[in-house]
T-cell receptor, first 112, second 116 residues
Framework: QKEVEQNSGPLSVPEGAIASLNCTYS??????FFWYRQYSGKSPELIMS??SNGDKEDGRFTAQLNKASQYVSLLIRDSQPSDSATYLC????????????WGLGTSLAVNP | GAVVSQHPSWVICKSGTSVKIECRSL??????MFWYRQFPKQSLMLMAT?????????EQGVEKDKFLINHASLTLSTLTVTSAHPEDSSFYIC????????????FGEGSRLTVL
């Protein structure tokens, strides 16, 4: 079992819809969770961080964390074509020298 | 967010030459920086952890004599690809942690290396 798993996609949504991206992780002791956006040919950009159970909202983005079920999700409301990118989930393992463990990413395509 | 700057953005070199990539934290001090490599359509691969004032910690399978890392100050880490070969062509990205207790990373712009 991979430590951080994401559906590779591509996930295709129409403009204006809600895009839902999911991530599961294996280490129950994980404390920090991040969503990064990576455009093709560019480096990752941090868009959300979440540390406690529940929802965290920032503009059109909402991160949801459920430690009991070991999943973290990202919702993008009113999706725009400019949101088309690969979304990477990253988790800090409690016992791994606090290194980030990366998922392989989900490719999102927002269609005009 | 915190700013990490990387230079150069693009580099093309001949096989056998060495290439140096710089990574700077512009508005914070970074005791730890991370170097990643990413091949086309693949995920990020951590190469090494760069610690200010001490030797870098390399991931399994990464040749420390080929990828020299120097972290001489709290704002600068360098990666030197020695005797580069075409298979070293890749996208190299550095990152730094602004809040070390959370693991949150900010990335430089990346350096695309092409070895002819």
């Amino acid at each position: 079992q991979k430590e951080v798993e994401q559906n590779s996609g591509p996930l295709s949504v129409p403009e204006g819809a809600i895009a839902s991206l999911n991530c599961t992780y294996s280490d129950r002791g994980s404390q920090s969770f991040f969503w990064y956006r990576q455009y093709s040919g560019k480096s990752p950009e941090l868009i959300m961080s979440i540390y406690s159970n529940g929802d965290k909202e920032d503009g059109r983005f909402t991160a949801q964390l459920n430690k009991a079920s070991q999943y973290v999700s990202l919702l993008i409301r009113d999706s725009q074509p400019s949101d088309s990118a690969t979304y990477l989930c990253a988790v800090v393992n409690a016992g791994n020298n606090r290194k980030l463990i990366w998922g392989l990413g989900t490719s999102l395509a927002v269609n005009p | 967010g915190a700013v990490v700057s990387q230079h150069p953005s693009w580099v093309i070199c001949k096989s056998g030459t060495s290439v140096k990539i710089e990574c700077r934290s512009l508005d914070f001090q970074a005791t730890t920086m991370f170097w990643y490599r990413q091949f086309p359509k693949q995920s990020l691969m951590l190469m090494a952890t760069s610690n200010e004032g001490s030797k870098a910690t390399y991931e399994q399978g990464v040749e420390k004599d080929k990828f020299l890392i120097n972290h001489a100050s709290l704002t600068l880490s360098t990666l030197t690809v020695t005797s580069a070969h075409p298979e070293d062509s890749s996208f190299y990205i550095c990152s730094a942690s602004f809040r070390t207790n959370t693991g949150e990373l900010f990335f430089g712009e990346g350096s695309r290396l092409t070895v002819l």
